[in-house]
């Protein structure tokens, strides 16, 4: 092949960034492996920092690796490599935060939907209808958690699995669901 430099005798160690670079913007595979090899610790521990959270930051370190197939040969070269990596890792893991947020509301969305459309169990009963009239009103999540475990019939266990955060959270919810819907339901009509 003519214009691709031969990588056959770089080991991690030996192999130039800039050099690993050029061959990778040429189409040079073995060459992209190898710069994905050296600096994906540095990748991943970038998306960790910035996530916390290591399922995600495995998520966003697997982005940038994509992205950096179609972006290397677009990359003009100019500054250093791992300052260039380092932005595409932030903007990655902006991305991934902002599409985690915007599923969660999607979620969120869907159980206050299903909670307002929802027909209460035995729609003729007064105080059945009160209630859930009641449940509508708690915040989101406090809301979310009765849903599934009084209208869903869950355990708080799997209701936590569901809502994405611990059993207790959802018990600390139900407990306040308690508390807020005896005032609610004791309070005078007209107040």
Avoid at 131 to 152: F, I, M, Q, R, S
Avoid at 156 to 172: P, Q
Wanted: a negative charge.
């Amino acid at each position: 092949m003519t214009g691709i430099l031969d990588i056959s005798g770089l080991t991690d160690d030996t192999a130039d960034s800039s050099t690993l670079v050029a061959q990778a913007r040429a189409g040079n595979r073995s060459a992209f492996g190898l710069l994905i090899e050296q600096n994906y610790d540095f990748i991943h521990r970038i998306a960790w920092r910035w996530s916390g959270n290591r399922n995600d930051a495995e998520d966003i370190a697997q982005d940038v690796c994509i992205k950096l197939g179609s972006a290397i040969r677009q990359w003009r070269g100019e500054g250093h490599l791992r300052t260039w990596l380092y932005r595409m890792t932030l903007n990655a893991a902006r991305d991934h935060l902002r599409r985690h947020v915007r599923e969660k509301r999607k979620a969120e969305a869907y159980h206050r939907e299903l909670l307002s459309d929802a027909p209460p169990p035995d729609a003729g009963d007064d105080d059945v209808t009160a209630l859930w009239a009641a449940v509508k009103t708690l915040p989101d999540k406090t809301a979310d958690a009765v849903l599934l475990v009084y209208g869903e019939g869950l355990n708080h266990a799997h209701a936590a699995e569901v809502l994405d955060c611990a059993e207790a959270t959802v018990s600390w919810h139900i407990h306040d669901a308690k508390k807020r819907l005896k005032r609610i339901l004791r309070a005078p009509e007209g107040l």
